[in-house]
């Protein structure tokens, strides 16, 4: 055979030993064999799929949500007696149950707890610890960052303004570059609008661990969600998904990510109308604040298992435009790594510029 023919094979070889060098903390962490987590979605992340991402190699994440204890211990023994590999569950801080649904992991033997929605309290960072599981972490900021590692988080997870549902008001590109060199004591996850491995590996040489993904897996063969779902993500452009309109700065709106629908028009006139009765005296300020939050009450799970596309809440993040078809998990997370290892066989073997070159005989 002749070194042409060859050079390929060996090539791609090298480029997968790099990303498998690349997120090898990561892997190590997770303890699977990509360093891919799926996101948490309310109603998506549950046994069907996230046993599926977990049985393809990477690392799927139960979103408990509003679950009380007795259905969050249900939602894991259903993913455990589908799959045999590592996952973890995310828990919402501000649950009012909150440690007793940590004590739900411990008992069925979860090894990663994900605290999401806020600083997690004390008492939950214990009960986590001290059961023997590993704590991630969401983070903000890189000030944020500094103080969850010394509070105990394991592994945190950077999530741009791009991802689906809820958001903040910073992208990843910003986020990575503000956290990602500063911060080497624990693994770092990067999430928020990615939806191709040549992304994903970029971010892994700027230091990121692995890589979270939601929009990709949701319209996944293996999920729930309605086919009505599925073939909105299908159809979406980027431009389509955007954050929720606050009318009126005096009744703040929890910035959510979106597919624009007529829910979300009327959700505009939702608030102009509440305005209104509060500014006429028939609302006092209180009642107002939550007519406009009750507005999306059952919204996502009337989009996600019913498909009411047109007035549900349809949360999807800015990579929905790179969702194409209804793809197995396995196929997914298999493109992912052929894009990826196709990157960074690109950028191994390209030959230096003139100048690179002339640097290198100056060093």
């Given at each position: 055979?002749?070194?042409?023919?060859?050079?390929?094979?060996?090539?791609?070889?090298?480029?997968r030993?790099?990303?498998?060098?690349?997120?090898?903390?990561?892997?190590?962490?997770?303890?699977?064999?990509?360093?891919l987590?799926g996101?948490?979605?309310?109603w998506?992340?549950?046994?069907?799929?996230v046993?599926?991402?977990?049985?393809?190699?990477?690392?799927?994440?139960?979103?408990?949500?509003?679950?009380?204890?007795?259905q969050?211990?249900?939602?894991?023994?259903?993913?455990?007696?589908?799959?045999?590999?590592?996952?973890?569950?995310?828990?919402i801080t501000?649950?009012?149950?909150?440690?007793?649904l940590?004590?739900?992991?411990l008992?069925?033997?979860?090894?990663?707890?994900?605290?999401?929605?806020?600083?997690?309290?004390?008492?939950?960072?214990?009960?986590?610890?001290?059961?023997?599981?590993?704590?991630?972490?969401?983070?903000?900021?890189?000030?944020?960052?500094?103080?969850?590692?010394?509070?105990?988080?394991?592994?945190l997870?950077?999530?741009?303004?791009?991802?689906?549902?809820?958001i903040?008001?910073?992208?990843?590109?910003?986020?990575?570059?503000?956290?990602?060199?500063h911060?080497?004591?624990?693994?770092?996850?990067?999430?928020?609008?990615?939806?191709?491995?040549?992304?994903?590996?970029?971010?892994?040489?700027?230091?990121?661990?692995?890589?979270?993904?939601?929009?990709?897996?949701?319209?996944?063969k293996?999920?729930?969600?309605?086919p009505?779902?599925?073939?909105?993500?299908?159809?979406?452009?980027?431009?389509?998904?955007?954050?929720?309109?606050?009318?009126?700065?005096?009744?703040?709106?929890?910035?959510?990510?979106?597919?624009?629908?007529?829910?979300t028009?009327?959700?505009?006139?939702?608030?102009?109308?509440?305005?209104d009765?509060y500014?006429?005296?028939?609302?006092?300020?209180?009642?107002?604040?939550?007519?406009?939050e009750?507005?999306?009450?059952?919204?996502?799970?009337?989009?996600?298992i019913?498909?009411?596309?047109?007035?549900?809440?349809?949360?999807?993040?800015?990579?929905?435009?790179?969702?194409?078809?209804?793809?197995?998990?396995?196929?997914?997370?298999?493109?992912?790594?052929?894009?990826?290892?196709?990157?960074?066989?690109?950028?191994?073997?390209?030959?230096?510029?003139?100048r690179?070159?002339?640097?290198?005989?100056?060093?």
């Amino acid at each position: 055979m002749s070194p042409d023919i060859a050079a390929p094979d060996t090539a791609t070889m090298a480029a997968r030993a790099e990303l498998d060098r690349l997120w090898a903390r990561g892997t190590a962490f997770l303890g699977c064999r990509v360093a891919l987590m799926g996101g948490a979605m309310s109603w998506v992340s549950e046994r069907h799929l996230v046993s599926a991402i977990s049985n393809a190699g990477g690392f799927g994440v139960i979103a408990c949500g509003s679950m009380n204890p007795d259905q969050l211990a249900a939602e894991i023994a259903g993913t455990q007696s589908m799959t045999e590999r590592p996952f973890g569950v995310n828990l919402i801080t501000m649950h009012p149950q909150l440690d007793d649904l940590v004590r739900v992991c411990l008992q069925a033997n979860v090894g990663h707890i994900v605290l999401a929605g806020g600083i997690p309290p004390g008492s939950a960072v214990r009960t986590v610890k001290d059961g023997g599981a590993k704590l991630t972490c969401f983070t903000p900021a890189l000030v944020l960052a500094k103080r969850l590692i010394r509070s105990g988080a394991d592994a945190l997870v950077i999530e741009g303004s791009e991802a689906g549902g809820h958001i903040g008001p910073v992208s990843l590109n910003v986020l990575a570059q503000e956290i990602l060199p500063h911060v080497q004591d624990v693994p770092v996850f990067v999430a928020g609008g990615l939806g191709r491995g040549e992304a994903i590996a970029a971010f892994l040489e700027m230091g990121a661990s692995g890589a979270q993904l939601g929009t990709r897996f949701a319209a996944a063969k293996e999920s729930i969600a309605h086919p009505n779902f599925k073939r909105a993500f299908i159809r979406a452009a980027a431009r389509d998904a955007l954050p929720s309109v606050q009318l009126d700065e005096r009744f703040p709106v929890i910035p959510v990510r979106g597919l624009v629908n007529e829910g979300t028009k009327r959700f505009l006139q939702h608030q102009q109308t509440t305005r209104d009765r509060y500014l006429s005296g028939e609302l006092s300020k209180e009642a107002a604040q939550l007519e406009i939050e009750h507005f999306w009450a059952g919204a996502l799970r009337r989009a996600v298992i019913e498909g009411d596309v047109e007035t549900g809440s349809v949360m999807a993040g800015q990579s929905v435009g790179m969702v194409t078809a209804e793809q197995s998990v396995a196929d997914i997370i298999g493109e992912l790594l052929d894009q990826a290892v196709g990157a960074l066989e690109r950028r191994m073997h390209t030959p230096p510029t003139s100048r690179e070159r002339s640097a290198q005989r100056a060093g």
